[in-house]
C-alpha cells in the first residue's frame, strides 16, 4: 500500500481462480519522490449463455447449475497483488525486468490516455469485437463494453478525487496558513527605527556640541491656593485700597455710624399688586455694577443700612469684597480682603449688632470682621472638616450653628474664648449643604442634604445623635438649598437639580408636612456657575427670588402659589445671577454672577 517502501509483489492466490471468466492482471505503477498515481485493472470477461455480462459478485455466487463462462487464457491468471504505491528507482527496475520476461504482456491502463482510449473504442460500433487483452482474442457485447466504460468512468472518479486530496494535503504543507491566535509582534531593528529630532536647546546642548552650564535655581513655586491661614485674627487691611488707608478709615467710621442697631420692623406686608409696582419700579444702571471679587460668587449679604448700601460678597478663591455703593466713582468704594483659603459659602450681617460680618469656608474656619476694632476674630476652626452653613440661634446672635460636610453639626458659642465648638452631633445625613434656624421658634432648624431635607429640634438632642423630626421628600436629584420663609416659618422653598422648585407647608410640624406647590425651572447651571439658591423675600412671606438660565438673562420672582411675580431685565445683566439677596426693609436687590460682578437693582 501507499506509504510503505517495500517493493511491489504479485502473489498468486486461489482467490482469482476461484472466480471463473476473470482474470485480474497486476499493473506496475510507479509514483516517484511525492508523485501520486492512479492504479487500474480492467477485467477480461466473456458473454455468458443469456447473453449478459456477469459481475464479479455474480460470478462469485453464481449457481451450480447454471454453465459457467469460458475464457480463453494465454497465461495464468493472477490474485490481487499487494502492491506498494511509492517505491526506489532501483527496486522498480527489478520489478519491470522481472515483469519484461513474461511471455504475454498485460494491458496498462495509464492515468488519462488509456481511459481515453478506452472509452473512443466503447464508443465506437457495437457490432466490432473489442478484446481486453492485446491480441485480441476476446469479443465484448455492447453491454459488457457499456459495463466496462462506467468501471473506467468509476475508476478515473475515484482517481481524481484521490488526486485531489493528494494535491489539497501538499499545498497545505507547502504554504503555511497563519494561526488566527494573536501574535506578538516582532520589534522592529534599530535600523528601521525613525529617529526623531531632538531640540538641543532642551539636551542644553549648545550647537557647536559643547554642554551649555547649569541655569540659574528658580525660586520656589507660590504657596498653594488652598493652604491654611495662620489661625488667630487678621487686620482689616484692604488689599485694593493699601494707599488710601485714611480714605478707608473715614469709610469705617461711616460704617460704624450705620451699624447701630435696630428694631424689628412692625409693619405690615403689602399687598401683591403694590409688591408688583415696587418691583417693577426697581432699575439698574452703570453706576450699580461693578466687580468686587477675582472669582466666582458664592454667597453674598446686604447690610440692613436704610441710609447707605453695602454689599458684602465672598467668592471661590477665599476672597471676601466690601462695595459701599455711595462712593464714586464706584471703584473706589471696594474693598478686598483675603479671610479664608477655600469657598466662602455662607456670610452674614449680625442682627443685634450690624458691625459684625460673620462669613464661613470650606477650609474650616468661621471670622467675624469687626468694624468698630477693623479686625477680623476667628469664631470658630475645625482643620479636620469642611464646613458648609451656619446660622444665629439666638436674636443676640452670640450663639452659632454650623453644619459640616460630614453631616455634623455644631454649637458654637462666640462668648467661650477659643475657637472650638460647645457641642456637636451627628445629623444621619448623608452631607449637609444648607442649614436654617426657624425664625419663630428657635429650636427647630431645617438643614438640606444631597436628596433629602430634615427638620431637627435641638430639645431631642442626645449622646447618640439625633432624630430629625420631620422630612420633605419628593426629590429626585441633588438638592442646592432649603430655606424657611422669614416671618412665620410657614412655609419651605427648596431648590433642586431636577429642575424644580418646591413648597412645603410647615405650619404643623408634629405631622407630615405636604408640598403645596412644585414649579418647573431650569435649575442645571452646570460646572462653571454656581448653583441657584431660591431664597425668600424678607418684606414679603410669599414670594421668593432665584436666578435663571433663560435669555434674555433675568431674575425671577415668584409667588408661592408658582405664578410669576416679575422678572428682573435690562440691558445690563448680561450674565446669569446665581446667588441674589433682597435688602430686609428697602427695595433693593443685588445679584453675583461668576465673574465676581455684583448687579443692583434699585427702586
Not at 238 to 244: C, D, H, I, L, R
Not at 277 to 300: H, P, Q
Request: hydrophobic share 35%; charged share 25%.
Amino acid at each position: 500500500m501507499a506509504g510503505s517502501g517495500e517493493p511491489l509483489q504479485v502473489n498468486e492466490s486461489n482467490s482469482a481462480q476461484s472466480i471463473p471468466g476473470v482474470s485480474l492482471t497486476p499493473q506496475q505503477t510507479v509514483i516517484l519522490q511525492k508523485q501520486a498515481q492512479v492504479l487500474l485493472f480492467p477485467f477480461v470477461v466473456k458473454k455468458s449463455k443469456q447473453g449478459q455480462m456477469m459481475s464479479l459478485h455474480s460470478l462469485s455466487e453464481n449457481s451450480p447449475n447454471e454453465e459457467r463462462p469460458k475464457v480463453k487464457r494465454k497465461h495464468r491468471e493472477l490474485g490481487a497483488p499487494k502492491r506498494k504505491a511509492v517505491f526506489p528507482k532501483e527496486e522498480y527496475r527489478q520489478q519491470r525486468s522481472a515483469l519484461g520476461s513474461q511471455t504475454e504482456p498485460s494491458v496498462v491502463m495509464p492515468r488519462n490516455a488509456k481511459c481515453n482510449e478506452m472509452q473512443s473504442n466503447q464508443d465506437g460500433d457495437g457490432d466490432e469485437n473489442e478484446t481486453a487483452d492485446i491480441d485480441g482474442s476476446i469479443e465484448l457485447s455492447a453491454y459488457e463494453k457499456k459495463r466496462l466504460k462506467n468501471i473506467s468512468e468509476n475508476a478515473e472518479f475515484f482517481a481524481s478525487l484521490h488526486l485531489v486530496e493528494t494535491a489539497a494535503r501538499l499545498r497545505e504543507m507547502l504554504t503555511k496558513r497563519p494561526s488566527h491566535g494573536t501574535k506578538r509582534k516582532k520589534p522592529k531593528k534599530a535600523e528601521d527605527e525613525i529617529v526623531c529630532r531632538r531640540s538641543m536647546r532642551l539636551l542644553k546642548i549648545d550647537p557647536s556640541g559643547v554642554p551649555l552650564p547649569d541655569p540659574p535655581p528658580q525660586p520656589e513655586s507660590v504657596v498653594d491656593q488652598y493652604t491654611l491661614l495662620p489661625p488667630g485674627p487678621l487686620e482689616m487691611i484692604p488689599e485694593n485700597q493699601t494707599a488710601q488707608n485714611e480714605m478707608f478709615k473715614g469709610v469705617l467710621q461711616m460704617w460704624i455710624k450705620i451699624s447701630q442697631p435696630r428694631n424689628k420692623s412692625t409693619e405690615k406686608l403689602s399687598g401683591m399688586k403694590r409688591y408688583q409696582a415696587n418691583l417693577t419700579r426697581m432699575v439698574i444702571a452703570e453706576d450699580t455694577l461693578c466687580k468686587v471679587t477675582k472669582n466666582r460668587i458664592c454667597c453674598m449679604a446686604i447690610h440692613p443700612s436704610e441710609t447707605r448700601t453695602l454689599v458684602a460678597a465672598g467668592d471661590r478663591l477665599g476672597q471676601v469684597g466690601l462695595w459701599d455703593l455711595t462712593q464714586q466713582p464706584r471703584e473706589n468704594g471696594v474693598f478686598t480682603f483675603t479671610l479664608h483659603s477655600n469657598t466662602v459659602s455662607c456670610m452674614d450681617f449680625s442682627p443685634a449688632n450690624p458691625a459684625h460680618l460673620l462669613s464661613l469656608s470650606y477650609d474650616g474656619t468661621v471670622r467675624c470682621g469687626d468694624f468698630t476694632r477693623t479686625v477680623f476674630e476667628e469664631v470658630y476652626r475645625n482643620e479636620e472638616c469642611s464646613l458648609s452653613s451656619f446660622d444665629f440661634l439666638g436674636d443676640d446672635a452670640s450663639t452659632l450653628i454650623v453644619g459640616h460636610w460630614n453631616a455634623d453639626v455644631a454649637i458654637v458659642d462666640r462668648r467661650t474664648p477659643g475657637t472650638s465648638y460647645e457641642k456637636i452631633f451627628n445629623s444621619n445625613m448623608s452631607i449637609i449643604r444648607t442649614l436654617q434656624v426657624h425664625p419663630v421658634n428657635r429650636q427647630y432648624f431645617i438643614a438640606a442634604g444631597a436628596r433629602d431635607v430634615h427638620i431637627y429640634d435641638l430639645r431631642h438632642i442626645t449622646s447618640k445623635g439625633m432624630k430629625p423630626l420631620n422630612f420633605l421628600t419628593q426629590h429626585s436629584k441633588s438638592l442646592a438649598s432649603a430655606y424657611f420663609s422669614p416671618v412665620t416659618g410657614n412655609r419651605v422653598v427648596t431648590t433642586c437639580f431636577d429642575n424644580y422648585l418646591r413648597v412645603f407647608d410647615t405650619s404643623c410640624m408634629s405631622s407630615k408636612i405636604p408640598l403645596l406647590t412644585s414649579i418647573r425651572h431650569n435649575t442645571n447651571t452646570g460646572r462653571w456657575l454656581t448653583r441657584f439658591r431660591a431664597v425668600w423675600d424678607p418684606k414679603q412671606e410669599d414670594c421668593f427670588i432665584v436666578g435663571s438660565m433663560a435669555r434674555p438673562r433675568r431674575i425671577d420672582v415668584f409667588h408661592e402659589s408658582g405664578e410669576l411675580v416679575h422678572s428682573f431685565l435690562d440691558e445690563c445683566l448680561a450674565s446669569v445671577c446665581s446667588i441674589n439677596v433682597m435688602h430686609p426693609t428697602q427695595n433693593i436687590l443685588a445679584g453675583g454672577n461668576c465673574s465676581g460682578k455684583i448687579h443692583v437693582f434699585k427702586g
